[in-house]
């Protein structure tokens, strides 16, 4: 079971995988994922999804937590724009 916060272009479960194959080879490989805004520079889904979400160019998703203690996706501006 490999559980990432943000699933964007692949490449940090990919990582992730290589390393799982260094022990050996697993029978099986799920993917849990709070959030998953698309992107994806290679075949690489998950099972379980919290959340898909479309982020516009210019922006990115950051995981808040509001005052109560309750966790939230937010959209904000791009630092570098």
């Avoid at 699933?7 to 099986?28: H, K, Q, V």
């Avoid at 805004?37 to 937590?65: D, M």
Wanted: proline share 4%; with cysteine; hydrophobic share 45%.
């Amino acid at each position: 079971l490999l559980v990432d916060d943000v699933l964007f272009s692949g490449r940090t479960i990919r990582a992730a995988m290589n390393e799982l194959f260094d022990y050996g080879r697993p029978a099986s490989i799920s993917l849990v994922v709070l959030a998953d805004r698309g992107g994806r520079q290679l075949p690489i889904c998950a099972q379980h999804v919290g959340a898909k979400v479309e982020v516009p160019e210019g922006q990115w998703l950051r995981l808040k937590r509001e005052t109560s203690g309750k966790l939230v996706l937010a959209l904000e501006a791009d630092r570098a724009a």
